[in-house]
C-alpha cells in the first residue's frame, strides 16, 4: 500500500496573517480603542508643537510622533489587549490549534503595530507638506530605531501582562513606561540639563535609545547636543542599540518564564 503525504497546513505567515485579520476587525469595532489608538497620540504630538512654538523643528515633531506613538498606542494598546484575550479565555483557545506560541503573540500584535507604522508616516508627510522636513544624516537609524522600538515595546507589553490581573488594572501597571519612562526619554527636555548620575540612569529606559537613534539618524545630533556624522555617528549608536538589545532580551526572558496564557483563578 502507498501512503498519501499528510496534507501541508497553512503557513506560519498565513496562520498569522489570519489571526491578525480578525485582530484587525475587532479594533475596528472598538470605538474607544480605535480613539485612544489614532487619536491621542496625535493630540500629544500637537500639545508639543504648540509648546515648541514657531522655532519647532520637523525633526522635533518626527521623533515626538514615535516615541508617543511606541508607548501610548503599541505598549498600552498591547498591554490592554493582551490582558484581555488571556481574560476571556481566547488565548488558551488559540493554543489548542495549529497556531504556535509566538504566532499567537504576533498576529495579537500585527495590526496595532500596522496602524503604528502608518500614523508615524502621516506623521512624515504631514512634516514634509508643511515645509519643515529635513533630509535624513542616516536613513538607517531611523528604521532600526522604530523598528526595535516597536520589538522593546511588544515584549515588554507581554511582560507586563503577568503583573497586570485586567485591562481596567493596566492603567496603573503601565505607568512605570508610560510616565516614568517617557518623562525621562529626552522628549520633553534635553537630558544634558540633567544630573550626570540621572542622566545615565535616564539613557538606561527603554524609549530613550529610541529617541537618541531617532535624533542621530534624523538630525545627527547626541543625547547632548553634539553634532557628529559619518562614523562618529555609528559609534554613538552602539549605546542606544545596546540598551534596546538589553531590554529585548530581559522582557522576552520574562515573557517566557512568567507569560500566563490563563487567568488566575
Given at each position: 500500500?502507498?501512503?498519501?503525504?499528510?496534507?501541508?497546513?497553512?503557513?506560519?505567515?498565513?496562520?498569522?496573517?489570519a489571526?491578525?485579520?480578525?485582530?484587525?476587525?475587532?479594533?475596528?469595532?472598538?470605538?474607544?480603542?480605535?480613539?485612544?489608538?489614532?487619536?491621542?497620540?496625535?493630540?500629544?504630538?500637537?500639545?508639543?508643537?504648540?509648546?515648541?512654538?514657531?522655532?519647532?523643528?520637523?525633526?522635533?515633531?518626527l521623533?515626538?510622533?514615535?516615541?508617543?506613538?511606541?508607548?501610548?498606542?503599541?505598549?498600552?494598546?498591547?498591554?490592554?489587549?493582551?490582558?484581555?484575550?488571556?481574560?476571556?479565555?481566547?488565548?488558551?483557545?488559540?493554543?489548542?490549534?495549529?497556531?504556535?506560541?509566538?504566532?499567537?503573540?504576533?498576529?495579537?500584535?500585527?495590526?496595532?503595530?500596522?496602524?503604528?507604522?502608518?500614523?508615524?508616516?502621516?506623521?512624515?508627510?504631514?512634516?514634509?507638506?508643511?515645509?519643515?522636513?529635513?533630509?535624513?544624516?542616516?536613513?538607517l537609524?531611523?528604521?532600526?530605531?522604530?523598528?526595535?522600538?516597536?520589538?522593546?515595546?511588544?515584549?515588554?507589553?507581554?511582560?507586563?501582562?503577568?503583573?497586570?490581573?485586567?485591562?481596567?488594572?493596566?492603567?496603573?501597571?503601565?505607568?512605570?513606561?508610560?510616565?516614568?519612562?517617557?518623562?525621562?526619554?529626552?522628549?520633553?527636555?534635553?537630558?544634558?540639563v540633567?544630573?550626570?548620575?540621572?542622566?545615565?540612569?535616564a539613557?538606561?529606559?527603554?524609549?530613550?535609545?529610541?529617541?537618541?537613534?531617532?535624533?542621530?539618524?534624523?538630525?545627527?545630533?547626541?543625547?547632548?547636543?553634539?553634532?557628529?556624522?559619518?562614523?562618529?555617528?555609528?559609534?554613538?549608536?552602539l549605546?542606544?542599540?545596546?540598551?534596546?538589545?538589553?531590554?529585548?532580551?530581559?522582557?522576552?526572558f520574562?515573557?517566557?518564564?512568567?507569560?500566563?496564557?490563563?487567568?488566575?483563578?
Amino acid at each position: 500500500m502507498t501512503t498519501l503525504p499528510a496534507p501541508a497546513g497553512p503557513s506560519s505567515l498565513r496562520r498569522i496573517g489570519a489571526l491578525a485579520t480578525a485582530e484587525t476587525r475587532l479594533l475596528a469595532r472598538n470605538r474607544t480603542a480605535v480613539v485612544n489608538s489614532v487619536l491621542m497620540p496625535l493630540l500629544l504630538v500637537g500639545f508639543v508643537a504648540v509648546v515648541g512654538g514657531d522655532g519647532m523643528l520637523g525633526v522635533d515633531l518626527l521623533v515626538a510622533a514615535a516615541g508617543f506613538t511606541l508607548v501610548f498606542l503599541t505598549y498600552y494598546n498591547l498591554v490592554t489587549t493582551y490582558v484581555a484575550r488571556r481574560e476571556d479565555l481566547v488565548l488558551q483557545r488559540m493554543r489548542t490549534g495549529e497556531l504556535t506560541d509566538a504566532e499567537v503573540l504576533a498576529g495579537t500584535a500585527a495590526p496595532t503595530l500596522l496602524v503604528t507604522a502608518v500614523q508615524i508616516g502621516l506623521v512624515a508627510v504631514g512634516v514634509a507638506v508643511l515645509g519643515r522636513w529635513t533630509a535624513p544624516v542616516d536613513l538607517l537609524l531611523p528604521v532600526l530605531a522604530v523598528l526595535l522600538g516597536a520589538v522593546v515595546m511588544v515584549v515588554l507589553a507581554t511582560a507586563s501582562t503577568v503583573f497586570t490581573r485586567t485591562p481596567e488594572s493596566a492603567q496603573i501597571t503601565t505607568l512605570p513606561v508610560v510616565m516614568g519612562a517617557t518623562a525621562l526619554s529626552g522628549l520633553f527636555f534635553p537630558l544634558s540639563v540633567l544630573p550626570e548620575g540621572l542622566a545615565t540612569v535616564a539613557r538606561l529606559l527603554p524609549l530613550t535609545p529610541v529617541v537618541e537613534l531617532l535624533q542621530l539618524g534624523v538630525a545627527g545630533r547626541t543625547w547632548n547636543g553634539e553634532v557628529v556624522a559619518g562614523a562618529e555617528l555609528w559609534w554613538a549608536a552602539l549605546a542606544p542599540l545596546g540598551v534596546l538589545l538589553a531590554w529585548t532580551a530581559i522582557a522576552g526572558f520574562a515573557t517566557a518564564r512568567w507569560f500566563r496564557w490563563a487567568p488566575r483563578r
